[in-house]
C-alpha cells in the first residue's frame, strides 16, 4: 500500500506552498506600491496579518485568496506558481528596487518620455 500521506501544518514550519503564496503576494504588493497596512486596511485585517500571509507562517484561506485576488487585482492563479518555477535567488523580479522602478517607469505615460528611460538606463549600464 503506497502512503499518500499529506505534510500537516501542525509541524510549525510552513509549507512551502504557503512560502511560494506569501512570496507572490509581497511582490505584488511591492509593485502596486502598497504597504502592508494599507493592504491590511483593504482587507479589514493587521498589518501583522498581512507580514504572517507574506512570511508563509498563516495559511490563507480560499475566500481570503480570493478577496486578495480582487484587491491586487490578478488572478488566483497568479499565486501559485509551477514547482521550480522563478526560485531564484537572483529573482531579480522580486527585488524592491525593480518592482519600485517598473510601477514608476509605467506611470509616465508619454511613450517618448519613457523611449528616453529606457534610452539613459542602457547608457548608464554600459558606462558602469
Known amino acids: 500500500m503506497?502512503?499518500?500521506?499529506i505534510s500537516s501544518s501542525r509541524t510549525g514550519i510552513p509549507n512551502p506552498v504557503d512560502i511560494e503564496v506569501g512570496k507572490n503576494l509581497k511582490k505584488r504588493r511591492i509593485f502596486l506600491g502598497l504597504s502592508q497596512t494599507e493592504l491590511a486596511n483593504m482587507l479589514d485585517i493587521s498589518f501583522q496579518q498581512v507580514q504572517k500571509y507574506e512570511k508563509g507562517t498563516n495559511?490563507?484561506?480560499?475566500?481570503?485568496?480570493v478577496d486578495l485576488s480582487n484587491v491586487l487585482e490578478v488572478n488566483i492563479t497568479y499565486f501559485f506558481n509551477e514547482k521550480g518555477k522563478n526560485?531564484?535567488?537572483d529573482d531579480l523580479m522580486?527585488?524592491?528596487e525593480?518592482?519600485?522602478?517598473?510601477?514608476?517607469y509605467y506611470k509616465i505615460t508619454d511613450k517618448k518620455k519613457?523611449?528616453?528611460?529606457?534610452?539613459?538606463?542602457?547608457?548608464?549600464?554600459?558606462?558602469?
Open 2 to 5: 503506497t502512503n499518500n500521506k
Open 59 to 65: 495559511r490563507i484561506s480560499a475566500s481570503r485568496l
Open 87 to 89: 526560485e531564484s535567488k
Open 94 to 96: 522580486a527585488q524592491r
Open 98 to 104: 525593480t518592482l519600485t522602478l517598473v510601477r514608476n
Open 114 to 128: 519613457r523611449d528616453s528611460v529606457i534610452t539613459f538606463c542602457k547608457a548608464l549600464a554600459e558606462n558602469n
